[in-house]
């Protein structure tokens, strides 16, 4: 076994690896797939290894892109899409909402729908308009649609193999920023991930801090800074956002009576407001203090120069912490 750390995006290339050679009914599709193994290269060495007709190279044309593995996944295939930005996957909605989403319903449970869209999302690599959108709540919005958002090497890995092998549409959103950092040791073993669960990455007791995506890492160096100060903070990465697990985010803050979340999607419907609002339903008179939202603006991400100001940042989170806290 390898000690050597590999990236979020190895370790999606490696699950994809993985999956096509554990089933030949995967297959890759997109822009540039093939020939140049994608915008980022988390699809390299896939054409060598699987060949042409396994690994798709398509027109720029999303929702063709989409409508072809619609055909597929009805059909027996296992099609994983790649939409090389989530500012392109507006195209694909038409594809992804009136039919990946109710095949299963619409025959009755006669044809399902095993597709994986994947695509980046989010901002933070100084990428300009369409390129770093965050617009996850979209797609949790819409009935048959599963949304996954991993944050590590090791989640990026048995989500995306756990998502191929479901049996209905998923979309499988990679935060862009997260791509090359943080790299972690991580064996190829072909285990799968629950898709409905979330990820405790840090156990403690005086407030909860729930986040996804590239937000987590700002979170988890929230909760070190707060540690330091004496504040015993948990962190749960809720990885999938649709469904949620909301039992386990249930038992954390009735254990904890405080709630932070904090995403980098805009603060308007955005899916941090169906995680307090079901919370609110549930432990209510377990709450010490109101849930705060630490997000980006309700505009659309800008270009690099104001970045930094649109994501929300360490110091974001720990002024959210302190209101919680000094409540009283």
């Given at each position: 076994m390898s000690n050597e750390k590999i990236s979020l995006l190895e370790a999606v290339n490696l699950a994809l690896h993985r999956a096509m050679t554990e089933d030949d009914n995967v297959v890759v599709l997109g822009e540039d797939v093939g020939v140049n193994g994608g915008v980022f290269r988390a699809t390299a060495g896939l054409r060598e290894a699987f060949g042409f007709k396994r690994v798709i190279d398509t027109p720029l044309a999303e929702t063709m892109i989409a409508g072809l593995a619609v055909g597929m996944a009805a059909q027996g295939l296992k099609p994983v899409m790649e939409i090389q930005f989530m500012g392109f996957i507006y195209p694909a909605l038409d594809q992804l909402?009136?039919?990946?989403?109710r095949m299963r319903n619409r025959t009755r449970g006669?044809?399902?729908c095993p597709m994986v869209l994947r695509t980046p999302m989010g901002a933070g690599i100084r990428a300009p308009?369409?390129?770093?959108?965050?617009t996850e709540a979209l797609f949790a919005q819409i009935p048959g649609l599963r949304v996954v958002i991993p944050s590590s090497p090791a989640r990026a890995y048995g989500l995306l193999l756990?998502?191929?092998d479901d049996p209905d549409p998923v979309i499988f959103l990679e935060p862009t920023r997260l791509y090359r950092m943080n790299p972690q040791v991580l064996q190829?073993?072909?285990?799968?991930?629950?898709?409905?669960?979330?990820f405790t990455l840090r156990e403690g007791s005086d407030l909860t801090l729930i986040s996804?995506?590239?937000?987590?890492?700002?979170?988890?160096?929230a909760a070190a800074q707060l540690q330091e100060r004496g504040v015993s903070a948990e962190v749960i990465d809720v990885a999938c956002v649709k469904p949620l697990d909301l039992d386990t985010l249930e038992a954390s803050v009735r254990k904890t009576g405080r709630c932070v979340i904090v995403h980098e999607a805009p603060k308007s419907c955005a899916v941090g407001?169906?995680?307090?609002?079901?919370?609110?339903?549930?432990v209510l008179l377990d709450l010490q203090a109101p849930i705060q939202?630490?997000?980006?603006p309700d505009i659309p991400p800008p270009l690099y120069r104001l970045e930094q100001l649109y994501m929300p940042g360490v110091e974001d989170i720990l002024a959210a912490c302190e209101t919680v806290l000094d409540y009283a």
């Open positions: 909402v009136s039919h990946a989403s006669r044809l399902s308009e369409h390129h770093s959108e965050s756990a998502a191929i190829d073993d072909g285990k799968r991930l629950p898709l409905d669960s979330c996804w995506g590239a937000s987590v890492h700002e979170t988890l160096q407001a169906e995680i307090a609002a079901s919370l609110y339903e549930r939202r630490v997000t980006a």
